[in-house]
């Protein structure tokens, strides 16, 4: 079956724009996570959602990020005035719910920030 | 949550066994160890997770020491396509809440030699 899809793959924008990144989690998915990978680390979690509600939002870096999910299975997220610390791959993973054990991750996308 | 540790990188040659290894002093008894891997250019993959007891599946096998404060990743026959960046994670087994997203350390890259 499809995997997680992400749209787009490479966006690059200047310094001060705004930004939609786009989520497509497995089918009947009800949890969603976003991390954020910086060259050379490891990714870090910014938001986790069970169905349509932000169950944990306490990795998102300030304000200017946002994400919603409004019917339980497409994800965006948003980032606002972007700033060019804001570069790296965003990366979104599905889950059959939260407790299941394997996360599945899509393939990212790579934002550069001018 | 608990933190692990993980050399930064480890070389293997093609078709010889590879042994991943991962410390985790301060693991809880609720912890379950999991680990994903990374290919070049891709989001992670979900590789294999355990408790107490040592795993296998299809892609590895986990050898948990008894006091559960190490584990290693087996790859028995490493191919060039095992080349990956290997995480090492610990979370806790009440999902749910902050504790359903994964906490990425930075890994161990493993090189494979032909």
């Known amino acids: 079956g499809a995997g997680v899809s992400q749209t787009p793959s490479n966006k690059v924008t200047e310094k001060g724009k705004y930004v939609e990144l786009r989520c497509d989690p497995i089918s009947g998915h009800t949890a969603l996570y976003w991390y954020r990978q910086s060259l050379g680390q490891g990714p870090e979690f910014l938001i986790y959602f069970q169905g349509t509600g932000a169950a944990d939002d306490s990795g998102l870096p300030n304000d200017r990020f946002f994400a919603v999910r409004p019917e339980g299975s497409v994800s965006t997220l948003k980032i606002q005035r972007t700033e060019r610390g804001d570069s790296a791959v965003y990366l979104c993973?599905?889950?059959?719910?939260?407790?299941?054990?394997?996360?599945?991750f899509g393939p990212g996308t790579r934002l550069t920030v001018l | 949550d608990a933190k692990t540790t993980q050399p930064n990188s480890m070389e293997s040659n093609e078709e010889e066994p590879v042994h991943l290894p991962c410390n985790h002093s301060t693991i809880s008894g609720t912890d379950y160890i999991h680990w994903y891997r990374q290919l070049p250019s891709q989001g992670p993959e979900y590789v294999i997770h355990?408790?107490?007891s040592n795993v296998n599946n299809r892609m590895a096998s986990l050898a948990i020491a008894e006091d559960r404060k190490s584990s290693t990743l087996i790859l028995h026959r490493a191919t060039l396509r095992d080349a990956a960046v290997y995480y090492c994670?610990?979370?806790?087994?009440?999902?749910?809440?902050?504790?359903?997203?994964?906490?990425f350390g930075k890994g161990t890259k493993l090189s494979v030699k032909p």
């Open positions: 993973a599905s889950s059959h719910d939260a407790r299941s054990n394997e996360q599945f």
């Open positions: 355990g408790l107490t």
């Open positions: 994670i610990l979370r806790d087994a009440n999902y749910g809440g902050s504790q359903g997203n994964l906490i």
